[in-house]
């Protein structure tokens, strides 16, 4: 494939390009810095140019490493993307910082760059903690919370004790060797591995799509556990200071108090921050421009002030995370909000590659590795099968006591991804060598382990899942009455679920919502905002807004807005979104998809088409060829139509996109159907519908009130001539199905019909303003189905209207 | 979270519900607790209004039909036992239960489970669910973007999948074959109901 040798020489050409950087840089790298005075002593002549390399020294080769990082990640992506995708991004990444290191190495025969603690914990992982914290699906996240805080506190407690009491024993029992430590130093070094690393987490399960209570729980520990952690790390430090005789039951108790202390102190700390983040947004209405900042300003106090109180730095700022997302979401101008998370991910991503390649980079110092087979093994062996037992363990206590049981097959997942990472090396490597002689002992093992589970657990990772998962039937060889059932199931479990409405943690999330709607957001959120907080008006309004987005980008396609206005389909050109080899090969299906949507997800055909027609070719009977064809479509079809349930609108924590809602316009479309069909049922079955009606008005009056600005003249042009005030209701001969939608037509009448008081109060009514219901691209795509299926429905309407009006009006 | 006895008591037939459901009376105060936070007039019973109330229910595209399971045909109000009658039909499976031939399936089996999901379909009753209410149901599900031809085409190919004696329509036995490779156990129910 001559794709993948181009990018192979690309890749050896940027190696080559870097190397002979880093040889430059690092050789001037050691010049001893000069004087600031830039003109030598002995100057002979003018010098019209000169190379001040030490005056731009620090900072470029700053930005020279976050630049080889961000080539680095280029090449591995490319290289996931059109060699292999079996080692995860942060395993390749690692790799690459071996060959790095390797260069560098070569160049100076000395490590000259280095992941310092300092940086690492002060410059790279304050933002990966925040992206994550504040992209957090909060409903998750606290509703798993006992669970999250029993692994965290315990299961860490209990992997550091086990593993440093198994270490010591092992070395009493001599299977190490000489070596000059003691209990405590043991007990020191299980605390800093047993912490699981949300870094790596995040890096690994981000490809591994678990369900989202899985997820929550391993990330939400390797978040929290950093409070334990860090305690832990302390205390055994400080008590190898010490010295073995001086601990007594004073100091442990000291040592318990702390934790709880460092724990709720840092998350305290957070929750203050976050608050004054919100009201810092609440105030920015002038200056929206620099809104954005504040959110990583105040993230990044609230994790420096926690290092300042020896408090957990890492707990401070998720919490502060964690609570303000909800506030200064609202408070902000969206296009602050969409900054704000831009700007995130693009920290957060550079940050993580920062990291990994570094710890690649490390690796190559001749100077820090010390092996001792027994140590190194048996940490791997000992964090391994504790982390299993303690999983289990704790597992078992908790489905005690909860609603939900964690399965089987998760917990396996669960211990498997106890990942170690970059904050076990940043720790290992703040070791005091003085106190800790075998310093480069520890720091060697921390790196094996970290390269262990990032690279090896997150390659078996996916296999894993799916190999566990092997019980769920393959998804080619669903038949289309199987997935058009498994989706209505979907759908009815949710609805039942709704209906049960989460029986058991009701009581406290009401009692929380309630508290909070009256004291909190009084507080914290903006009092224009806090009115429009109506849950379906702002799903009607992200809509309405999404909707204008992609008209515009369709428009832009179509060469210009003009498309609109005929009407036929707007005819979508099928090649520009799949590979064109299909399009060679099926020319059939392009002219029948060619009513399909912008606005929905790429689900590449090759998936089905793989599955059913093994090969294509031009050689197939023209028979088989129709008939794969049609059951092709039908699948296809199915695949991109069908409605999507709650299930699958999964909180995907991801790095590197956000598609938290993509199939928005679903939900529009299922709420203008139920919106209608309850008109239609308050119509004929008389049911008690009432308000529901009065959420249909409301919303739609809200929308109108927005809208009522931008539209309706224009969109009166698009729908024929309507006269202005007149009720369509009683002018029978309108040819109005031609013109527009149908249901728009249907909703216009019934808000003509019986608007309530409150309704009148409000707007004056036009039908007019009505119009703008309804998103543009329904209406332009596809309006012959609506005339065909609605039609009917329409008439019918048309007929039921005069008697109805007459009788309430 | 008060005496749960005296609660068990305000509610009627509870050794019956529990028998017949399987639930325990945990749960069922648990649902009864619901039930009551829906019927927000206290009437003692719900009707179609309570159910539209639910606000997370809107953006189910087969919200009526759930919403008419839980009717009987012609009655308007679902009392507390009906609730927790059709809520058992989303209670796990009991994995080790001992195979007793002669008491009568409980509620919360595979097939029962199924015949709750036909009658979704089958609004008609007829026992069979016919290319028109399939055609109905893909309406519901799918969106607007679809035509009429495509829906009829999917209908046409769902039926021909699973229509096994060429009568143009699905009947009870036909569903059950079509889908037995899924797993209707884990798909059909709530696990907070165990």
Same mark, same amino acid.
């Given at each position: 494939?001559?794709?993948?040798?181009?990018?192979?020489?690309?890749?050896?050409?940027?190696?080559?390009?870097?190397?002979?950087?880093?040889?430059?840089?690092?050789?001037?790298?050691?010049?001893?810095?000069?004087?600031?005075?830039?003109?030598?002593?002995?100057?002979?002549?003018?010098?019209?140019?000169?190379?001040?390399?030490?005056?731009?020294?620090?900072?470029?080769?700053?930005?020279?490493?976050?630049?080889?990082?961000?080539?680095?990640?280029?090449?591995?992506?490319?290289?996931?993307?059109?060699?292999?995708?079996?080692?995860?991004?942060?395993?390749?990444?690692?790799?690459?910082?071996?060959?790095?290191?390797?260069?560098?190495?070569?160049?100076?025969?000395?490590?000259?760059?280095?992941?310092?603690?300092?940086?690492?914990?002060?410059?790279?992982?304050?933002?990966?903690?925040?992206?994550?914290?504040?992209?957090?699906?909060?409903?998750?996240?606290?509703?798993?919370?006992?669970?999250?805080?029993?692994?965290?506190?315990?299961?860490?407690?209990?992997?550091?004790?086990?593993?440093?009491?198994?270490?010591?024993?092992?070395?009493?029992?001599?299977?190490?060797?000489?070596?000059?430590?003691?209990?405590?130093?043991?007990?020191?070094?299980?605390?800093?591995?047993?912490?699981?690393?949300?870094?790596?987490?995040?890096?690994?399960?981000?490809?591994?799509?678990?369900?989202?209570?899985?997820?929550?729980?391993?990330?939400?520990?390797?978040?929290?556990?950093?409070?334990?952690?860090?305690?832990?790390?302390?205390?055994?430090?400080?008590?190898?200071?010490?010295?073995?005789?001086?601990?007594?039951?004073?100091?442990?108790?000291?040592?318990?108090?702390?934790?709880?202390?460092?724990?709720?102190?840092?998350?305290?700390?957070?929750?203050?921050?976050?608050?004054?983040?919100?009201?810092?947004?609440?105030?920015?209405?002038?200056?929206?421009?620099?809104?954005?900042?504040?959110?990583?300003?105040?993230?990044?106090?609230?994790?420096?002030?926690?290092?300042?109180?020896?408090?957990?730095?890492?707990?401070?700022?998720?919490?502060?995370?964690?609570?303000?997302?909800?506030?200064?979401?609202?408070?902000?101008?969206?296009?602050?909000?969409?900054?704000?998370?831009?700007?995130?991910?693009?920290?957060?991503?550079?940050?993580?590659?920062?990291?990994?390649?570094?710890?690649?980079?490390?690796?190559?110092?001749?100077?820090?590795?010390?092996?001792?087979?027994?140590?190194?093994?048996?940490?791997?062996?000992?964090?391994?099968?504790?982390?299993?037992?303690?999983?289990?363990?704790?597992?078992?206590?908790?489905?005690?006591?909860?609603?939900?049981?964690?399965?089987?097959?998760?917990?396996?997942?669960?211990?498997?991804?106890?990942?170690?990472?970059?904050?076990?090396?940043?720790?290992?490597?703040?070791?005091?060598?003085?106190?800790?002689?075998?310093?480069?002992?520890?720091?060697? &093992?921390?790196?094996?382990?970290?390269?262990?589970?990032?690279? =090896?657990?997150? /390659?078996? %990772? @996916? !296999?894993? $899942?799916?190999?566990?998962?092997?019980?769920?039937?393959?998804?080619?060889?669903?038949?289309?009455?199987?997935?058009?059932?498994?989706?209505?199931?979907?759908?009815?479990?949710?609805?039942?679920?709704?209906?049960?409405?989460?029986?058991?943690?009701?009581?406290? &999330?009401?009692?929380?919502?309630?508290?909070?709607?009256?004291? =909190?957001?009084? /507080?914290? %959120? @903006? !009092?224009? $905002?806090?009115?429009?907080?109506?849950?379906?008006?702002?799903?009607?309004?992200?809509?309405?807004?999404?909707?204008?987005?992609?008209?515009?980008?369709?428009?832009?396609?179509?060469?210009?807005?003009?498309?609109?206005?005929?009407?036929?389909?707007?005819?979508?050109?099928?090649?520009?979104?799949?590979?064109?080899?299909?399009?060679?090969?099926?020319?059939?299906?392009?002219?029948?998809?060619?009513?399909?949507?912008?606005?929905?997800?790429?689900?590449?055909?090759?998936?089905?088409?793989?599955?059913?027609?093994?090969?294509?070719?031009?050689?197939?009977?023209?028979?088989?060829?129709?008939?794969?064809?049609?059951?092709?479509?039908?699948?296809?079809?199915?695949?991109?139509?069908?409605?999507?349930?709650?299930?699958?609108?999964?909180?995907?924590?991801?790095?590197?996109?956000?598609?938290?809602?993509?199939?928005?316009?679903?939900?529009?479309?299922?709420?203008?159907?139920?919106?209608?069909?309850?008109?239609?049922?308050?119509?004929?079955?008389?049911?008690?519908?009432?308000?529901?009606?009065?959420?249909?008005?409301?919303?739609?009056?809200?929308?109108?009130?927005?809208?009522?600005?931008?539209?309706?003249?224009?969109?009166?042009?698009?729908?024929?001539?309507?006269?202005?005030?007149?009720?369509?209701?009683?002018?029978?001969?309108?040819?109005?199905?031609?013109?527009?939608?149908?249901?728009?037509?249907?909703?216009?009448?019934?808000?003509?019909?019986?608007?309530?008081?409150?309704?009148?109060?409000?707007?004056?009514?036009?039908?007019?303003?009505?119009?703008?219901?309804?998103?543009?691209?329904?209406?332009?795509?596809?309006?012959?189905?609506?005339?065909?299926?609605?039609?009917?429905?329409?008439?019918?309407?048309?007929?039921?209207?005069?008697?109805?009006?007459?009788?309430?009006? | 979270?008060?005496?749960?006895?005296?609660?068990?008591?305000?509610?009627?037939?509870?050794?019956?519900?529990?028998?017949?459901?399987?639930?325990?009376?945990?749960?069922?105060?648990?649902?009864?607790?619901?039930?009551?936070?829906?019927?927000?007039?206290?009437?003692?019973?719900?009707?179609?209004?309570?159910?539209?109330?639910?606000?997370?229910?809107?953006?189910?595209?087969?919200?009526?039909?759930?919403?008419?399971?839980?009717?009987?045909?012609?009655?308007?109000?679902?009392?507390?036992?009906?609730?927790?009658?059709?809520?058992?039909?989303?209670?796990?499976?009991?994995?080790?239960?001992?195979?007793?031939?002669?008491?009568?399936?409980?509620?919360?089996?595979?097939?029962?489970?199924?015949?709750?999901?036909?009658?979704?379909?089958?609004?008609?009753?007829?026992?069979?669910?016919?290319?028109?209410?399939?055609?109905?149901?893909?309406?519901?599900?799918?969106?607007?973007?679809?035509?009429?031809?495509?829906?009829?085409?999917?209908?046409?190919?769902?039926?021909?999948?699973?229509?096994?004696?060429?009568?143009?329509?699905?009947?009870?036995?036909?569903?059950?074959?079509?889908?037995?490779?899924?797993?209707?156990?884990?798909?059909?129910?709530?696990?907070?109901?165990?």
């Amino acid at each position: 494939m001559s794709n993948s040798t181009y990018l192979c020489l690309r890749a050896v050409f940027l190696v080559c390009f870097i190397h002979l950087l880093i040889q430059g840089l690092s050789a001037d790298a050691n010049v001893v810095q000069s004087p600031r005075n830039r003109l030598e002593p002995n100057l002979t002549g003018l010098p019209i140019v000169t190379f001040e390399w030490h005056h731009v020294q620090t900072p470029y080769l700053v930005i020279i490493w976050i630049f080889v990082a961000a080539l680095a990640k280029l090449s591995v992506i490319e290289l996931n993307h059109h060699v292999t995708s079996v080692i995860p991004e942060s395993g390749m990444l690692i790799i690459v910082g071996f060959i790095l290191g390797g260069m560098v190495w070569g160049a100076d025969k000395a490590q000259t760059f280095k992941l310092l603690p300092t940086t690492f914990f002060f410059y790279l992982l304050p933002q990966i903690i925040l992206d994550a914290s504040y992209f957090m699906p909060n409903k998750l996240f606290f509703s798993n919370l006992g669970a999250i805080l029993i692994y965290a506190i315990f299961g860490t407690c209990w992997n550091a004790a086990t593993v440093g009491l198994s270490l010591w024993g092992c070395y009493e029992a001599g299977a190490m060797g000489n070596l000059d430590i003691g209990l405590l130093q043991f007990l020191l070094f299980g605390s800093l591995i047993s912490a699981v690393d949300p870094v790596a987490v995040i890096a690994v399960f981000e490809e591994v799509h678990v369900n989202e209570v899985l997820f929550i729980l391993v990330f939400g520990e390797s978040l929290l556990n950093d409070g334990v952690t860090v305690v832990l790390y302390n205390v055994f430090d400080a008590f190898v200071a010490l010295g073995g005789p001086r601990i007594d039951a004073t100091e442990i108790f000291k040592g318990i108090f702390s934790f709880v202390v460092v724990a709720f102190g840092g998350s305290f700390l957070g929750v203050v921050f976050a608050i004054l983040l919100s009201l810092l947004t609440r105030c920015t209405k002038h200056i929206q421009i620099i809104e954005a900042g504040f959110v990583f300003v105040m993230g990044y106090l609230a994790y420096l002030t926690a290092e300042m109180l020896s408090l957990s730095a890492i707990l401070s700022i998720t919490f502060c995370g964690v609570c303000c997302q909800k506030y200064v979401n609202s408070n902000m101008d969206e296009k602050s909000v969409t900054t704000v998370r831009h700007a995130m991910k693009v920290l957060a991503n550079g940050s993580e590659t920062m990291i990994f390649l570094f710890l690649g980079i490390t690796a190559i110092d001749t100077e820090i590795w010390v092996w001792n087979t027994g140590f190194i093994l048996l940490t791997l062996l000992f964090m391994f099968i504790y982390r299993i037992i303690g999983v289990f363990l704790f597992t078992w206590m908790l489905n005690k006591f909860r609603l939900v049981p964690i399965e089987v097959i998760d917990q396996v997942v669960m211990s498997y991804g106890g990942l170690r990472g970059a904050v076990a090396y940043g720790l290992a490597a703040m070791l005091d060598k003085e106190k800790i002689p075998e310093k480069n002992l520890m720091i060697s &093992t921390t790196l094996i382990v970290v390269y262990f589970t990032v690279i =090896i657990q997150g /390659i078996t %990772m @996916k !296999p894993l $899942v799916q190999w566990l998962k092997v019980k769920r039937a393959a998804h080619s060889d669903l038949k289309l009455v199987e997935k058009v059932n498994n989706r209505a199931f979907d759908h009815i479990l949710a609805a039942v679920e709704d209906i049960c409405g989460r029986i058991g943690d009701n009581w406290w &999330t009401r009692g929380w919502n309630r508290f909070e709607e009256k004291y =909190i957001c009084r /507080i914290l %959120m @903006k !009092p224009k $905002v806090r009115k429009n907080k109506d849950y379906l008006f702002n799903i009607f309004h992200k809509l309405n807004l999404e909707d204008a987005m992609n008209y515009v980008s369709e428009g832009e396609r179509q060469g210009s807005l003009a498309f609109i206005r005929s009407d036929e389909a707007a005819n979508i050109d099928f090649k520009k979104q799949y590979d064109s080899e299909f399009a060679d090969v099926m020319p059939d299906i392009m002219g029948d998809m060619s009513n399909y949507e912008f606005g929905i997800e790429n689900v590449s055909i090759t998936s089905i088409v793989k599955d059913t027609i093994p090969s294509i070719s031009r050689d197939i009977h023209g028979q088989d060829r129709k008939n794969a064809v049609d059951d092709i479509n039908a699948h296809h079809l199915l695949q991109q139509h069908l409605y999507r349930s709650r299930k699958h609108h999964r909180h995907k924590y991801s790095r590197s996109h956000f598609g938290i809602n993509q199939s928005e316009y679903e939900v529009q479309e299922i709420f203008q159907r139920t919106m209608r069909s309850r008109l239609e049922s308050f119509k004929s079955a008389k049911m008690g519908v009432n308000p529901a009606k009065k959420i249909t008005k409301h919303h739609k009056k809200d929308l109108t009130h927005q809208m009522s600005n931008g539209h309706p003249e224009g969109k009166d042009h698009l729908y024929g001539d309507e006269a202005g005030i007149e009720n369509p209701a009683f002018m029978p001969d309108m040819e109005s199905p031609t013109h527009s939608p149908p249901w728009l037509m249907e909703t216009e009448m019934d808000m003509a019909v019986a608007p309530s008081q409150r309704a009148q109060r409000r707007l004056p009514w036009t039908p007019n303003r009505m119009r703008r219901l309804a998103p543009m691209r329904i209406s332009t795509c596809s309006t012959d189905s609506f005339l065909m299926a609605d039609v009917s429905l329409t008439l019918e309407e048309h007929e039921e209207q005069p008697q109805g009006d007459n009788e309430e009006m | 979270m008060g005496s749960t006895s005296s609660t068990l008591l305000k509610i009627p037939n509870v050794e019956e519900l529990v028998q017949e459901t399987g639930f325990s009376p945990a749960h069922i105060i648990r649902l009864y607790d619901r039930f009551k936070v829906l019927d927000k007039e206290g009437r003692g019973h719900l009707c179609p209004k309570d159910f539209g109330a639910i606000k997370e229910l809107a953006m189910n595209p087969i919200r009526d039909r759930i919403i008419s399971a839980f009717f009987s045909p012609g009655k308007e109000t679902v009392d507390f036992y009906t609730f927790v009658k059709i809520m058992a039909h989303f209670r796990p499976v009991d994995k080790d239960r001992p195979k007793d031939p002669n008491s009568p399936e409980p509620i919360n089996s595979r097939s029962n489970k199924l015949k709750f999901a036909f009658q979704l379909y089958d609004q008609d009753k007829d026992g069979k669910i016919s290319r028109d209410e399939l055609l109905k149901v893909l309406r519901d599900m799918l969106g607007m973007q679809v035509t009429e031809e495509q829906l009829e085409s999917i209908a046409d190919r769902t039926i021909q999948e699973a229509d096994l004696d060429r009568d143009d329509a699905i009947s009870f036995e036909e569903f059950r074959k079509s889908l037995e490779k899924v797993n209707i156990d884990h798909k059909m129910s709530i696990r907070f109901l165990r």
